[in-house]
């Protein structure tokens, strides 16, 4: 691969402008990309003009022949099939179209939990009730999909493996529902299907880092993460590098939540922390008795909250985050371009060893899919991927520093997993400014091509030849890590950048 000149355009999945005929559905918008799949929200026709809005979630062209995804695909459709609950997203359909396999599903008109406590940040944390109120429905959802059974009445053993403020879907009606079965286990799954640990990494609990055997509990100690971080406003084991984190989630050392918040009172921190015990067996025996518990404090310390209440307080965390003086505004509606806003993009790509070493151990989907769950877990929003690449974009709302050390420890992840499973790889990082457009979130056509995206590509193409992540002085200077200057580049006429080459143990 040549290591100068323009970078190479990577395949684009298209993100319809218009309705985009996909089987017997019209693909809206895209809502997002994970580890397996693109999520579209789309529209089915009947008789009369009937229309009705729904999700389409259809598996990655870079997997659709890759025999452990589909079965993984297809497990999630037939679990999430078998659960018929008001606190779970209902799945209508699993079929094919045009090749690909898809999951239509239930549309919430809504936000992620997520997205919510981002908007909500400079709110402080979310009122005691309404967190008392999300968690027991999620709990509702949890203990339903534990206690399920089989036609026969056999336990199918059901644990979800992904509980996280991600997978938690609030209403504009203040519904809450859980959803992506992506990686659940059950008791009919053939043996040896989860072999790779997956999930994000911040919302495990100890036995799943570890790769021993789960059951609900698992789940009880990842909706206990949830309930002390909307009780707190603070994350509880996310760290800056994937090893810190899973050091942070073996240990299970929580903090005093009284002493971040103290009117929490003794009893709902006692709660809190017994679903967070590092060994399942000192967590609650099951995930109706932490419901109960929950229920029962709820009642007797008067925290009452309904689905309007909770509405509300999304409505009022929408138009809060949306006023002009919110630094990290993020209108809903407004003309056809934001203002300039900084960012950080990661390019990356993988390459196959040369003849003379071993083969790799794992193929180029299953790299690719597990560099998108650690995106996932960085918080990052992947704009363009390939069959060995990724384009990934940080907003930075906040400044720098932050979003660029998420961009660099990312890409020193995926040149570790890149090792690991026998391959190399080239990456570069580069902040920049670019105005996206308020419907689609992304610049004006050719934004490919343009000022932090094209830098962040050439450094991605400079790299080849060394397997090193690259960044710009500009990212040099927000970053702690050690680094080499490599020097200064002339880029465009009399335009350079200085670029360095960060540690690969850094």
């Known amino acids: 691969m040549p290591t100068t000149g ?6 684009r999945v298209p993100e319809p402008s218009q309705p ?14 994970g580890g ?16 009705k809005t729904l999700v389409v979630k259809r598996i990655l062209d870079s997997l659709a022949r890759d025999e452990e995804f589909i079965q993984l695909f297809t497990y999630e459709a037939h679990i999430a099939h078998l659960l018929h609950h008001a606190n779970i997203v209902q799945v209508f359909e699993f079929e094919q179209a045009h090749g690909a396999y898809y999951i239509a599903m239930e549309y919430v008109h809504g936000l992620d939990l997520s997205r919510i406590l981002a908007r909500a940040r400079r709110m402080g944390p979310v009122p005691v009730a309404l967190a008392l109120r999300v968690a027991c429905e999620v709990l509702e959802a949890l203990r339903y999909a534990h206690e399920k059974t089989g036609e026969e009445g056999q336990p199918l053993h059901i644990v979800h493996c992904d509980v996280s403020p991600q997978n938690i879907l609030v209403s504009f009606a203040g519904e809450v529902k859980i959803t992506d079965f992506g990686i659940s286990r059950a008791a009919m799954q053939a043996r040896g299907t989860h072999k790779v640990v997956r999930g994000k990494y911040a919302y495990m609990s100890p036995e799943q880092v570890e790769g021993r055997d789960l059951d609900a509990s698992s789940d009880q ?6 309930l002390f971080e909307l009780l707190t406003g603070r994350r509880l084991f996310k760290a800056r590098t994937r090893d810190e984190t899973l050091h942070r989630v073996r240990r299970a ?8 918040r103290p009117e929490v009172s003794e009893d709902l921190e006692a709660i809190v922390r017994r679903s967070l015990a590092r060994r399942p067996k000192d967590r609650f025996p099951t ?21 309007g209440d909770l509405a509300r307080y999304v409505r009022e965390v929408l138009e809060r985050s949306d006023r002009p003086e919110e630094k990290d505004r993020e209108p809903l509606l407004g003309g056809p371009t934001l203002p300039p806003g900084a960012l950080v993009v990661l390019a990356a790509e993988a390459h196959m060893p040369p003849r003379s070493i071993a083969a790799p151990r794992s193929t180029l989907p299953s790299l690719l899919a597990t560099w998108r769950a650690v995106v996932e877990d960085a918080e990052g929003q992947i704009w363009e991927h390939g069959e060995r690449s990724l384009l990934v974009v940080w907003l930075a709302t906040e400044g720098l520093r932050e979003p660029i050390l998420q961009a660099v420890t990312t890409a020193l992840e995926f040149g570790r997993i890149a090792v690991e499973e026998g391959y190399r790889i080239s990456a570069g990082v580069s902040p920049g400014v670019a105005r996206l457009r308020s419907d689609t979130r992304r610049p004006e056509e050719g934004w490919e091509l343009a000022g932090p995206f094209y830098l962040a590509r050439w450094l991605m193409n400079l790299s080849g030849h060394r397997g090193r992540v690259l960044v710009t002085g500009v990212g040099r200077q ?9 020097g200064r580049v002339p880029i465009e006429g009399n335009r350079y950048i200085h670029v360095y080459e960060v540690a690969s143990g850094a």
Not at 221 to 226: D, E, P, T
Not at 253 to 260: K, L, Q, W
Not at 287 to 307: K, Q
């Open 36 to 51: 397996m799949a693109e999520v579209y929200r789309a529209r089915s026709h009947g008789v009369e003009g009937f229309q």
């Open 253 to 260: 050392e929580v903090p005093g939540i009284r002493a971040i």
């Open 478 to 486: 927000q970053l702690s890590l050690a680094t080499t200057h490599l």
């Open 20 to 33: 985009m005929a996909f089987g017997k559905y019209h693909l809206l918008e895209k809502i997002a990309t």
């Open 287 to 307: 995930t109706a008795e932490m419901l109960d518990a929950l229920s029962v404090l709820m009642v007797r310390e008067g925290h009452r909250a309904t689905h």
């Open 221 to 226: 100690f990842s909706l206990g993460i949830v």
């Open 6 to 11: 323009e970078p190479r355009v990577e395949k």
